[in-house]
């Protein structure tokens, strides 16, 4: 993405950073060590059982990545936090939960994390620094492993706590990428971080 980008002279002010997941032992892959920034314990449905204390660890993490941009004298509201598949859903908890404001939030063929408590790590200070931050999220209609409603009900709950969610559904898409997807996404981003000049 990042260098399709520089190919073309867009975003030629911003800094990307991909961060790779640590390699864990996943509980869908008979414990066998991977990347993730989470264990998966199931895929019938991800949102019932979920790893809290390694998705608080992967959370903290980002929030160390955010907080060290800010330290090189990067403005949080010039930073979108994002991902795609656990990258994205990971993205999505740690931006909703980071104390400072953020440019954007998105998550590819993502799900909400925690999100039957996410109200609960949601403090008045949080809530306030990251209530109007923006939220993209695209989704294939055919992903066989996040399937689309996951991605739905995120942007549903996520509007019902207040925040505006601009979701994507691709026709045709599995879990993957696709050129359209990254076409609205680079338009989103030119809204989230326009060029300073």
């Known amino acids: 993405m990042a260098e399709n980008y520089r190919r ?6 911003v800094a990307f950073i991909f961060p790779n997941a640590p390699s864990i032992p996943i509980t869908v892959n008979f414990g066998m060590q991977m990347p993730g920034w989470y264990d998966i314990i199931a895929f019938d449905d ?3 059982q979920q790893d809290q204390p ?12 955010i907080k ?6 990067i403005p949080s509201s010039r930073i979108v936090l994002g991902g795609f598949s656990q990258g994205g859903s990971i993205s999505i ?7 400072q404001p953020l440019a954007g939030i998105f998550g590819l063929s993502s799900y909400l994390l925690l999100g039957d408590s996410l ?3 949601l403090t008045p200070q949080i809530k306030a620094a990251n209530s109007s931050t923006p939220i993209f999220m695209g989704h294939g209609d055919k992903d066989p492993l996040v399937k689309v409603e996951w991605g739905q009900e995120t942007a549903s709950r996520l509007k019902e706590l207040g925040w505006t969610v601009d979701f994507n559904v691709y026709k045709g898409l599995q879990h993957d990428a696709d050129p359209k997807e990254m076409d609205d996404l680079e338009a989103w981003f030119k809204e989230r971080l326009p060029a300073h000049g």
């Open 68 to 73: 060290s941009e800010i330290d090189k004298g």
């Open 46 to 48: 991800l949102a019932q």
């Open 93 to 99: 908890f740690a931006g909703l939960t980071s104390p």
């Open 8 to 13: 073309r002279g867009k975003f030629e002010e």
């Open 119 to 121: 109200a609960t790590y």
């Open 54 to 65: 390694g998705i608080f660890k992967s959370r903290d993490y980002f929030h160390s990545l």
